[in-house]
């Protein structure tokens, strides 16, 4: 079936440098993705989306890149500060079949160090 | 605006008990699910329901029943508990369940079966 992985389990960044999460996808057909952002004892909380008719898209101190050729998004946070350690993971929101075959990677776990 | 809220927070059951965790969403969504998340796995769909009166099951429905009498709530019937319900529990809503909808997360239900 469909899927959504992630490279990286961990990964450490000291605090002020850019952290850079990855995201691949399998189906061809995707059209809507969105990464969450889930801190220790939290629900995943939405960060910012993405459509296939865009590459970049760019909020407060995130940035997602959408690569179709490859199947690959990417999450940048610029300038990394403490609040950010969380596990991050991204969704493939467009499923064929409806929300219910939505599948959710483990995640990447962020580490800010002081 | 709550968005999606759970309770309880957190609840220790003994083997063979039964109980309800609630969910709640205040956004008018047509589509609401509950999810488990495990140490090492991803969020893991145990049922979910397009609309007042329609439920379905999801990949790890086992155990568990649902109902869906109102289009605000969707509650999550443990039958009889086992320790390996021990798990954290997400309910999720959406507007839609199909492509360009977010899916809100509730906070979680932490809950111990002993």
């Known amino acids: 079936g469909e899927s959504v992985g992630l490279h990286l389990p961990t990964l450490s960044v000291q605090e002020g440098d850019n952290s850079i999460i990855n995201c691949a996808y399998s189906?061809?057909?995707?059209?809507?993705f969105i990464w969450y952002k889930q801190e220790s004892g939290k629900g995943p909380q939405f960060i910012i989306d993405?459509?296939?008719?865009?590459d970049k898209r760019q909020g407060q101190r995130v940035t997602v890149l959408l690569n179709k050729t490859v199947k690959h998004l990417s999450l940048q946070i610029a300038a990394t500060q403490p609040g950010d350690s969380a596990v991050y993971f991204c969704?493939?929101?467009?499923?064929?079949?409806?929300?219910?075959?939505?599948?959710f990677g483990i995640g990447t776990k962020l580490q800010v160090i002081p | 605006n709550a968005g999606v809220t759970q309770t309880p927070k957190f609840q220790v059951l003994k083997t063979g008990q039964s109980m309800t965790l609630q969910c709640a969403q205040d956004?008018?969504?047509?589509?609401m699910s509950w999810y488990r998340q495990d140490p090492g796995m991803g969020l893991r769909l145990i049922h979910y329901?397009?609309?007042?009166?329609?439920?379905d099951q999801g990949e790890v429905p086992n155990g568990y029943n649902v109902s869906r009498s109102t289009t605000e709530d969707f509650p999550l019937r443990l039958l009889s508990a086992a320790p390996s319900q021990t798990s954290v529990y997400f309910c999720?809503?959406?507007?839609?369940?199909?492509?360009?909808?977010?899916?809100?997360f509730g906070e979680g239900s932490w809950l111990t079966v002993v």
């Open positions: 999720a809503s959406s507007y839609g369940r199909t492509s360009g909808n977010t899916i809100y």
């Open positions: 189906n061809s057909a995707s059209d809507y």
């Open positions: 993405i459509r296939s008719n865009m």
């Open positions: 969704a493939d929101l467009s499923p064929p079949g409806g929300y219910q075959k939505v599948t």
């Open positions: 956004m008018n969504h047509e589509y």
């Open positions: 329901s397009v609309g007042a009166g329609i439920t």
